[in-house]
């Protein structure tokens, strides 16, 4: 090196280093480790997204915020990390509204069936006012609520007989989200509704603890419910969301730079995950007839017998919900429909 370039050099090297510093300095971040924990295993939607969100946060952290992904309920059910969130015992997770609904009864909206149409109306509502309003009542709670991950449409799956009318629930005994709206509905449809996280349920199947399960057909692909299943019913009766929640004593220890950088990442895993959700939901009904499950779908007369029938279910927890909640929900779904 000439001397005169080994000047401009060394000048160039000391504004790099500054521009770093300066960049470094301005955004107070520390290092840290995030453990996020999720229900289903790794190869399903959350455990892609959970990826997603993962290497997302350590890009635009520079390399800071790691986050180390534990699936298949491996930190606990999803009301056991709740609690461990609560705590502080756990950094973040994604779970279902269900079991929030018994912290925050609000989240029971979800649990109200033949509600949302489609996901365009249900990604308006979770994303519009009242998604972030119920998001807000968390806080009280001792969690952060983020963003919702589509979890989606829910289909019936038994080991009896394909559900052609509501009167072939009749004896089966299914497994239900721990959530009354969940029990009152399949109980009054005419099933024995079973409450059981999650984490349970393959084995439940699998010994006949139970006869059946609902959940969306991703689900029912990625929890290989097929092998223990041989029939499944296309109902969509229900469309429920998944919650990315942070530790609220966790939380409040982080600069306003590090909240804004998980909230920034939290929202590039939702985008990344509903596309995700939607492309492996046409796929998996391919999958799961191959697999040899037998599909059959309510027809448009028996979906609306079954909505009769649940009406007294919908009508009570109207009112304990709140009237004036339910109102704005419709009026925010037919925004969207229209
Ligand atoms: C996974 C659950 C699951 C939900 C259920 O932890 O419990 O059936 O659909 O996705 O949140």
New binding site residues.
């Given amino acids: 090196m000439t001397p005169r370039f080994k000047i401009r050099f060394i000048a160039l090297a000391a504004a790099l280093s500054c521009a770093f510093a300066g960049a470094a300095a301005a955004a107070d971040v520390k290092p840290r480790l995030i453990r996020f924990g999720?229900?289903?295993n790794e190869d399903s939607v959350?455990g892609r997204a959970a990826r997603h969100l993962a290497q997302e946060l350590e890009k635009i952290s520079g390399g800071k915020l790691k986050m180390k992904t534990f699936g298949s309920?491996n930190l606990g059910?999803?009301e056991q990390m709740q609690g461990a969130l609560v705590g502080g015992a756990q950094e973040m997770m994604v779970?279902?509204t269900?079991?929030l609904a018994g912290m925050v009864k609000e989240f029971g909206v979800f649990d109200l069936p033949f509600l949302f149409n489609s996901e365009k109306e249900a990604d308006a509502v979770l994303d519009g006012q009242l998604g972030q309003d119920l998001l807000d009542k968390l806080e009280a709670k001792g969690l952060v609520g983020l963003v919702y991950w589509e979890?989606g449409f829910?289909n019936m799956t038994n080991s009896k007989h394909p559900i052609v009318r509501a009167e072939d629930l009749q004896g089966i005994k299914l497994r239900v989200?721990q959530n009354q709206i969940a029990l009152g509905v399949f109980n009054t449809l005419g099933a024995n509704a079973v409450p059981m996280?999650?984490?349970e349920?393959f084995t439940a199947l699998e010994t006949r603890t139970v006869d059946g399960?609902?959940?969306?057909v991703t689900?029912i692909q990625s929890s290989k419910f097929y092998e223990v299943q041989p029939y499944l019913t296309i109902t969509r009766h229900v469309y429920?969301p998944?919650v990315v929640m942070a530790s609220k004593k966790w939380w409040d220890k982080l600069s306003p730079d590090e909240q804004r950088l998980v909230r920034q990442a939290a929202v590039a895993s939702r985008d990344f995950e509903r596309k995700d959700s939607r492309a492996d939901s046409l796929k998996a009904m391919g999958t799961l007839e191959k697999a040899g499950m037998k599909i059959n779908t309510v027809s448009p007369q028996e979906v609306a017998r079954m909505r009769e029938k649940v009406q007294p279910v919908v009508d009570k927890y109207t009112q304990e919900l709140g009237p004036d909640l339910i109102q704005r929900l419709n009026a925010e779904i037919s925004k969207a429909r229209n």
């Fill in positions: 999720y229900g289903l959350q309920a059910s999803d779970g279902s269900a079991p979890n829910r989200m996280p999650f984490s349920l399960q609902e959940n969306p689900t429920t998944w």
